[in-house]
C-alpha cells in the first residue's frame, strides 16, 4: 500500500495530488493572507453557524463543530441522513464563488461551511456521493484558518494521499474522485485556532 504526504506551503503553482480515480488539485494562496483574514472575521460573525447533527452507528449525535449550509431555494440536500434548508448567499459568498468557478470552470449552486474551533473537531471518512450532487461536477474546497492535515483513502485499495490545507488554499476534487475516494479532516492534538472551511457543490435541480 502506497501512503503519500504533500506539505505544500511553499509551493506557487496548482499541484496534483492525486490523480487516478478522479483527480486532486491543490492552489496554495488562492487568496492572499491578509485577505483570508478579513474573510474568515466577516464569515465568523455574519452567518447563522450551528451545530451539525448526523447519524452516527444508528444514534443522532450533535457536533461540536458548526456548519452552515448557503444555497439557491431550490436546493434542498440531505446528509448523514438529516435534511438541510438553505440560507441565503451573502456578498461575501457570492464573490468567492464567483472566483473559485471561474479557477475551476464550474458553476455551483451551494456551499458547506464548517467551522472547527480546534484540532479536537474534525471530519470523519466519508464521500460527497449523495444522490441530490451532481456527479459530474467538481467539489470545491477553500481553506480559512487554522492549517489542517487532509487525507484521501481509496475505497478499494486503502492507499492514502494527505495534504495540509493551509490558509487560503484551495482543493479541487474532480469526478468520479468521489466514486472511488472517501475524505477525512484528520483530528490534531496540536492545533488550538480555528479554522472554516467552505465546499462549493452543485446540486441537480429537481424537475
Ligand atoms: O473541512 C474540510 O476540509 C473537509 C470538509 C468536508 O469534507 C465536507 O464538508 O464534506
Ligand atoms: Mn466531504
Known amino acids: 500500500m502506497q501512503n503519500q504526504l504533500f506539505d505544500l506551503l511553499s509551493t506557487p503553482e496548482p499541484i496534483v495530488i492525486l490523480a487516478k480515480d478522479g483527480q486532486a488539485e491543490y492552489l496554495n494562496n488562492f ?6 483574514h478579513d474573510l474568515f472575521q466577516n464569515l465568523f460573525c455574519s452567518l447563522p453557524w450551528e451545530s451539525d447533527q448526523i447519524i452516527l452507528f444508528g444514534k ?27 440560507h441565503t448567499w451573502t456578498n461575501e459568498l457570492l464573490q468567492i464563488k464567483h472566483k473559485i468557478e471561474q479557477a475551476t ?22 464521500s460527497d456521493n449523495e444522490r441530490e450532487l451532481d456527479s459530474t461536477s467538481s467539489i470545491a474546497s477553500l481553506s480559512l484558518g487554522a492549517r489542517r492535515k487532509f487525507a484521501f483513502r ?6 492514502t494521499t494527505s495534504v495540509f490545507l493551509e490558509n487560503g488554499s484551495l482543493l479541487i476534487m474532480r469526478p468520479p474522485i468521489q466514486e472511488y475516494w472517501n475524505h477525512s479532516l484528520l483530528k490534531t492534538k496540536t492545533v488550538m485556532s480555528p479554522r472554516i472551511n467552505l465546499t462549493f457543490r452543485k446540486i441537480l435541480s429537481r424537475i
Do not use: F
Open 31 to 36: 487568496y492572499a493572507v491578509d485577505e483570508c
Open 60 to 86: 443522532l449525535v450533535t457536533t461540536s463543530r458548526k456548519v452552515v449550509w448557503v444555497a439557491d431555494p431550490e436546493c434542498p440536500y440531505t446528509y448523514s441522513g438529516i435534511q438541510k434548508t438553505p
Open 105 to 126: 470552470g464550474h458553476s455551483y449552486n451551494s456551499c458547506l461551511l464548517n467551522l472547527y474551533h480546534t484540532g479536537n473537531e474534525g471530519m470523519g471518512w466519508h
Open 154 to 159: 481509496h475505497k478499494q485499495d486503502k492507499r
